[in-house]
């Protein structure tokens, strides 16, 4: 029996909690495939191209997310089970918090509860980097003009306050207008 390709759209959760296999993301395909010139390949883009899911959901672009059902909520608690995703001891997730937003997002979103937690840990695999090139808060601020010591240094930092935007995603509210 030949074994199955492992799977590309979405792979294990313990894997992707872990950071050891990234989901790609629509929009990072998409920059991909037009990055590309016409000689060259990705063997990460072919084999996502090549996953069954990726296949269904383009062969039916205008329905790529159905509405939920008894059976994929069923995936959902088995994928989430403990067996597959142990909760965090550095803290680096919340596997509650994630399930949770899936659940929610499913619900508002009327979708399947499997693609609402795709969706929800592509936010949060790519929660660090929108931080990085978010704006600096407010405290962030200040806690450099303070440490400035050159005044020329201290004019170029904006000393206006604007509203802190560290994160969008930071709390519940946040997360789930």
Known sequence: MVPSPPAVYFPALDKCLARELPLLSWESVYKAVIALDSVTSSPTL?????????????????????????????DFETRTAAINALPSESGQYDINQIKEDALWLSKEAAIQETDA??????????RSASRMLAEWSQDERLGIQNAAANAHFRQSINPTPEPDQKSVFDTQQQRRP
């Open 46 to 74: 072919d084999a996502f191209f090549q996953d069954p899911t990726v296949l269904s959901i383009l062969g039916a672009p205008l329905t790529p997310f159905q509405p939920p059902t008894s059976q994929s909520k069923s």
């Open 117 to 126: 937690l795709r969706i929800v840990l592509v936010e949060w695999q790519q």
